[in-house]
């Protein structure tokens, strides 16, 4: 019950910010549309719903996934970018095994679209009780899992699981 009212809650505060200035009509269908997402998807929007109280995650969440994601998501389109532009640059695509050592379905999802969202690379599968994910990597350099896992995954592993786990 109490992720339900946490994603109404939070869904309230989404519609109201991107429909502002708010008038009664949006108001009204955002109530509505908010208590028919909750309703629907309550209990798998959060298992833990008391880690929400905690205001250092939100802090790092801010100051640190966030600019530590653009970063990464900068460095990658300027690198697709270079290999679409010089196609004599040697692409070695495949699809890689690497492990995580977070536990809860939220940091999977966050760490499985920090991936996927980073250009050049795709999350295909997870094994959550494996602690493995497959992802699409265009240049493929490294094909053992340790490695692979420290250039894809570890810089965003570190920042998740303090927000998450």
């Not at 880690?51 to 995650?57: D, F, G, M, P, T």
């Not at 499985?112 to 094994?127: F, R």
Request: hydrophobic letters at 50%; aromatic letters at 14%; a positive charge.
């Amino acid at each position: 019950m109490k992720s339900r009212i946490i994603l109404f809650v939070l869904a309230i505060f989404i519609w109201l910010f991107l429909s502002w200035p708010p008038d009664y009509q949006h108001v009204i269908v955002g109530v509505l549309v908010a208590a028919f997402v909750a309703l629907i998807m309550g209990d798998f929007f959060i298992q833990r719903p008391h880690r929400l109280k905690h205001a250092s995650r939100y802090w790092c969440f801010i100051f640190s996934y966030l600019p530590t994601f653009l970063w990464e998501v900068i460095k990658a389109n300027i690198d697709v970018a270079y290999r679409v532009l010089h196609p004599r640059l040697p692409i070695n695509p495949g699809i890689v095994r690497v492990k995580t050592r977070l536990k809860s379905d939220t940091a999977l999802t966050f760490l499985a679209n920090s991936i996927t969202l980073t250009p050049g690379t795709l999350s295909v599968d997870i094994d959550r009780k494996k602690g493995v994910l497959y992802v699409h990597w265009i240049d493929v350099k490294e094909k053992d899992v340790e490695p692979a896992t420290k250039i894809i995954v570890e810089r965003f592993e570190k920042i998740l699981k303090k927000i998450f786990d």
